[in-house]
């Protein structure tokens, strides 16, 4: 087990998946944002580090069917699919490391809400591009989520990278093309409000 996935099924381990900092009961900036992608129904969606998060409930229950969940953490894996029982069988449950990540097939959606803010090394984010570009088809949709520039320095007892729409466009490089950008103040459990910032790319080729 990496130091990396200890860290984080303890988290889990610690908390109720509804006590953690980044819960949503609704993720209704990122619903909107897939929708605005304008995919059909059967279209591939990835949601990276998306753990014991409410996405995949919510996309099953408005008819998406191709969906996959990645997390490092099988405790938060195995708790999305004790919450969704049967439905779970129909979901595609990846346990892995994003930076150490082989994808096996590619994606139309690549969803990241508050994963890739904890790589903070260049060598981390560029394992993360690599992986995402593997990953994803031409004409795909990146979404990915964290914390603003003027958000927390920390989470989960751990440093982020906080980003800014321009910074993330420089790491991916100039076969994402920057589509969107907006702010949200994220309300944890514990009502602390938290800076987010999604930035929307589309794959060009």
């Known amino acids: 087990m990496s130091v990396r996935q200890r860290h984080w099924n303890d988290i889990y381990r610690a908390k109720p998946d509804t006590q953690v900092s980044w819960f949503q009961e609704t993720p209704s900036r990122s619903l909107a944002l897939i929708q605005e992608a304008e995919i059909p129904k059967s279209a591939p969606i990835l949601d990276v580090g998306g753990g014991a998060a409410r996405l995949v409930d919510t996309l099953m ?3 998406f069917s191709d969906l996959s969940v990645l997390d490092v953490s099988d405790v938060a894996l195995e ?4 919450r969704l029982c049967e439905q779970a069988a129909q979901i595609s449950w990846i346990n892995a490391d994003i930076t150490e990540w082989n994808p096996p097939r590619r994606w139309m959606i690549w969803h990241d809400r508050a994963m890739f803010h904890f790589l903070v090394t260049e060598s981390a984010q560029q394992d993360y591009v690599s ?11 990146v979404i990915i989520a964290g914390f603003a520039p003027e958000g ?3 989470c989960s007892g751990l440093n ?3 980003h800014s729409a321009a910074g993330l466009a420089r790491l991916l490089g100039g076969n994402f093309r920057f589509i969107s950008k907006s702010e949200e103040i994220h309300r ?3 009502g602390v409000g938290q800076d987010f910032l999604y930035v929307c790319f589309k794959r060009l080729s």
């Open 188 to 190: 944890t459990p514990a």
């Open 152 to 154: 927390p320095e920390r």
């Open 160 to 162: 982020v990278q906080r």
């Open 79 to 82: 708790r999305s699919r004790t």
């Open 131 to 141: 992986a995402l570009t593997r990953a994803t088809l031409p004409g795909a949709t």
């Open 61 to 63: 229950a408005r008819g």
